[in-house]
Structure formats: C-alpha cells, structure tokens
C-alpha cells in the first residue's frame, strides 16, 4: 500500500502483468476520504467522496497504465465510499450476479453531490469494474449505464460484502466477496466473475463503533 501523490494516503495503482511481464490490467486504488463537508467548507449528510485533486491523479494514472501497458487495458478501482452515480445504478440499473442481493437501508450513502468522477471514468474507457465498501448491510452487483446503441458495455458497480468483524449493526452475514477477472475477455460479462463466501459460524454480539 502507497499514500500516493494526492489527497488521501492510499492512492496507488497494481499492475497485472503476464508470464513475459507485460501489463495486462490495472488495479487502482483510491482513499475516498472522511470527509463530511463538500469543497465550500458547508456540511453534508454524507461523505463528500473523491476529491478533484484525486480526479485528476486518477487521469494521470489510468493514461500511465496504458502506456506501460503499450496498448489499452482495463482496470478496477477499489475505494470505501460510492460514487454518486450508484443511487442510480440501484434504481435502474441491471442486477448481476449469482448471489443474493442485499439492500437493506434502501440507498446508499453516497456523496451529495456529483463531481464528475464518474464521466471521468467512462471518458478514459479503462476502469469498467468499481467496488466499494461503506454501507455495511449492502451487497449486489450491478451493470450500470450500459448503451448497446453507442456499443458502451457500461461499468459494473459492486458492493463487497461485510468482512469486519466490529462492523456496526452486522445486518448482513460477516463474509467475503470473491472477485475472478478473466483478462483475455472480450466483454465486460464475460470479463468478471462475482461470487460471495460466508463463514460456517455466526456472532452473537452486534456491535456499533
């Protein structure tokens, strides 16, 4: 794990590279902060999210795997708060996935408001693969914004399941999510491949903080 040269302190990219060590994909990794007030200093309901620093890291990176890459490839970002665009991936986008969703608070917890990280990500074309954390009792995965006329595959949005163990309220069983990424996939379902793992033993206790 690396700080990174920008806001947050665990920014920083994994390269996936082949037999011949050449880069065949990308794992990003990106500190959506603890913030609860938006660029203005004025408070939100929520955490504000990625920053327009951590945008702009993010471009720099994703043109930099490709270049190291020597060609384009694809990538996942892995953070712990939503992006903004996820509300609306539950409303309509397609639910994916052999396991049970779970949506128990009904939305997320995302930023109040839409700073663009997301048309950043459809713009560069590389990460077509988001997972998150921050709602403890969520657990799906669904393909969101997915335009057959424009041929976009569209990205997939994920919330991991709950792994920790003082994880508050632990509405949803203590598990893991499984990710196996197919890099020689020529579309995004083919590409990913989501399942979930629990435990053969429950807790009886419930924490909060």
């Not at 990710?179 to 379902?189: C, K, L, R, S």
């Amino acid at each position: 794990m690396q700080k990174g040269d920008t806001d947050g302190v665990g920014n920083y990219v994994v390269d996936v590279v082949d037999g011949d060590g050449k880069v065949v994909y990308g794992l990003i990794n990106m500190d959506s902060q603890a913030r609860n007030w938006d660029e203005n200093g004025e408070k939100m309901s929520t955490y504000r999210g990625l920053t327009d620093n951590q945008k702009t890291w993010y471009e720099q990176q994703v043109r930099a795997l490709q270049a190291r890459a020597g060609a384009p490839v694809k990538s996942s970002l892995f953070m712990h708060v939503p992006l903004f665009e996820y509300n609306d991936a539950w409303l309509n986008g397609v639910h994916v996935g052999g396991f049970p969703v779970v949506n128990i608070e009904g939305e997320s917890y995302a930023p109040d408001k839409n700073y663009g990280f997301y048309q950043k990500i459809k713009e560069l074309g590389s990460t077509d693969f988001v997972t998150v954390g921050h709602d403890h009792d969520f657990n799906w995965l669904i393909k969101y914004d997915e335009d057959v006329d424009s041929g976009f595959e569209g990205v997939y949005f994920s919330y991991g399941r709950v792994s920790g163990v003082n994880a508050w309220q632990r509405r949803t069983p203590v598990g893991a999510t499984v990710i196996d990424i197919n890099i020689n996939a020529t579309n995004i379902d083919a590409r990913y491949k989501v399942s979930v793992i629990e435990p053969s033993f429950e807790y009886d206790e419930y924490a909060w903080w």
